[in-house]
Every structure is written in structure tokens, then in C-alpha cells.
């Protein structure tokens, strides 16, 4: 009898301190109005429009990101499994992408789902985030995602830098 195949897993984490403190980066993931300064930002020409966004646990989220220099469009959705201010986030994570039928095609057929933690540690005045991302099914997507996320996380720290010298 044959055994079946197993697939590949692949994790990701990223970790970033932020000169701001916990409560305040909590607030970027968790408060629509800042989340949409900085989520799919890390491409300079994506439109990013938040259909849905519910940060709670058992809330959904939906995002379109349009990348005109591509001419394609990506959605993004999921669901908030656990949320503990200021402490962690936890979500599900998925993409796929409009043919031009309109009928959508997973973008990571070998990562068709992940989950995504998010944790948020006090850091004296600054707070380190560290976000472990799994479980990918090829090292493709798991390169990918660590490009988006760490490119993310760049904007959010000027996003946070902004902010911090505005109050």
C-alpha cells in the first residue's frame, strides 16, 4: 500500500521593533483607518481597497489590491481567529487572483490557505513585532510573502514615525 504524499511546510517569521509604543502598533493592525495606511502598500502603484474589514475574533476581512502596472487584480480574505489587545492577532490568510473572465484562480495554489500570528511585545518605548506566517506549501510563496511582509512592514514604520511626531 502506497503512503500518501506529504507536502512540504514552510513557516516564516518576521520579526521588527518599532519606535512606538505596543498599544499604538496594536492600533495599525487592528483600527481600519490605519491598517489601510500600510497593509499591500509595499508596491508603490497597488490600489488598495478594504471591502471588508471586521477585527475581531470570528470577523472577516476582504481586500482588493489592483496593480496597474501589471493590469491584475488580487483578493485577499480571510478570518480573524483570535484578537487579544495589545497582545496578539491571529488570522487566516488567502489570495486569489481575477482572470480576465472574472472568475477567480488561487495565486498560491500550493498555499491555497495559511495562518498568519501576529504578537506584540513592550520594548521599554518601543514594541517588537513578531509575525510568524505558515504554513506554505512551496518556498516560492513563503519568499513572496516574507518580500510583501518585511516591504509592509517598511511603511508601517514611516506610517508610525509620522504619527508619532504629530501627537
Same mark, same amino acid.
Request: hydrophobic letters at 35%; proline letters at 6%; one cysteine or more.
Given at each position: 500500500?502506497?503512503?500518501?504524499?506529504?507536502?512540504?511546510?514552510?513557516?516564516?517569521?518576521?520579526?521588527?521593533?518599532?519606535?512606538?509604543?505596543?498599544?499604538?502598533?496594536?492600533?495599525?493592525?487592528?483600527?481600519?483607518?490605519?491598517?489601510?495606511?500600510?497593509?499591500?502598500?509595499?508596491?508603490?502603484?497597488?490600489?488598495?481597497?478594504?471591502?471588508?474589514?471586521?477585527?475581531?475574533?470570528?470577523?472577516?476581512?476582504?481586500?482588493?489590491?489592483?496593480?496597474?502596472?501589471?493590469? $491584475? #487584480?488580487?483578493? %485577499?480574505?480571510? +478570518?480573524?481567529?483570535?484578537?487579544?489587545? *495589545? =497582545?496578539?492577532? @491571529?488570522?487566516?490568510?488567502?489570495?486569489?487572483? $481575477? #482572470?480576465?473572465? %472574472?472568475?477567480? +484562480?488561487?495565486?498560491?495554489?500550493?498555499? *491555497? =490557505?495559511?495562518? @498568519?500570528?501576529?504578537?506584540?511585545?513592550?520594548?521599554?518605548?518601543?514594541?517588537?513585532?513578531?509575525?510568524?506566517?505558515?504554513?506554505?506549501?512551496?518556498?516560492?510563496?513563503?519568499?513572496?510573502?516574507?518580500?510583501?511582509?518585511?516591504?509592509?512592514?517598511?511603511?508601517?514604520?514611516?506610517?508610525?514615525?509620522?504619527?508619532?511626531?504629530?501627537?
Amino acid at each position: 500500500m502506497a503512503t500518501p504524499q506529504q507536502t512540504p511546510a514552510y513557516t516564516l517569521q518576521v520579526r521588527r521593533i518599532f519606535a512606538a509604543p505596543r498599544e499604538k502598533v496594536f492600533a495599525a493592525f487592528a483600527q481600519r483607518e490605519q491598517l489601510e495606511q500600510w497593509i499591500c502598500k509595499d508596491v508603490s502603484s497597488h490600489i488598495v481597497i478594504h471591502h471588508q474589514q471586521d477585527i475581531r475574533s470570528g470577523g472577516r476581512y476582504r481586500i482588493e489590491v489592483r496593480d496597474p502596472a501589471k493590469g $491584475e #487584480t488580487y483578493m %485577499g480574505r480571510g +478570518v480573524y481567529r483570535e484578537v487579544k489587545p *495589545p =497582545e496578539k492577532i @491571529v488570522f487566516t490568510w488567502s489570495w486569489t487572483k $481575477e #482572470t480576465p473572465h %472574472g472568475a477567480p +484562480v488561487e495565486l498560491h495554489p500550493a498555499s *491555497p =490557505e495559511t495562518l @498568519v500570528t501576529v504578537e506584540f511585545f513592550a520594548r521599554g518605548n518601543s514594541t517588537e513585532v513578531v509575525l510568524t506566517h505558515a504554513t506554505f506549501g512551496a518556498t516560492k510563496d513563503r519568499d513572496e510573502h516574507n518580500q510583501g511582509w518585511n516591504g509592509c512592514f517598511d511603511i508601517l514604520a514611516r506610517v508610525l514615525q509620522t504619527t508619532s511626531k504629530s501627537v
